[in-house]
């Protein structure tokens, strides 16, 4: 079992940046593969960015490539997202994913085992 705490969401204006820490409980952090996803008001959850396992594969939704950069520290038990640039339709919840199943794609939500409670980014014009 795996707990999965967000942080460091927030409201700033268009063309800032933030960086999102996920922080997750127990010894086997390393052995998950992790995902970012979003979901603003009256859409589905999005994914978002994926990392393997010891951090060397990353991967991105088209709308962030250049802009959002995923990162993590298994030393720490901690995965980040950096965010720049941001612009107004990046405003959502924010949640960090586990996923045991490391083999499997990592653009599907439906592959992910554990999630995190979600943290608010608003981003303003």
């Known amino acids: 079992q795996v707990q999965l705490v967000e942080s460091g969401g927030g409201l700033l204006q268009a063309g800032g940046s933030l960086r999102l820490s996920c922080a997750a409980s127990g010894r086997t952090f390393s052995r998950y593969a992790m995902g970012w996803f979003r979901q603003a008001p009256g859409k589905e959850r999005e994914f978002v960015a994926g990392i393997s396992r010891d951090g060397d594969g990353t991967y991105y939704a088209d709308f962030v490539k250049g802009r959002f950069t995923i990162s993590r520290d298994n030393s720490k038990n901690t995965v980040y997202l950096q965010m720049d640039d941001l612009k107004t339709e990046d405003t959502a919840i924010y949640y960090c994913?586990?996923?045991?199943?490391?083999?499997?794609?990592?653009?599907?939500?439906?592959?992910?085992?554990?999630w995190g409670q979600g943290t608010q980014v608003t981003v303003s014009s």
């Open positions: 994913a586990g996923r045991s199943r490391y083999y499997t794609s990592a653009y599907n939500r439906a592959n992910y085992d554990y």
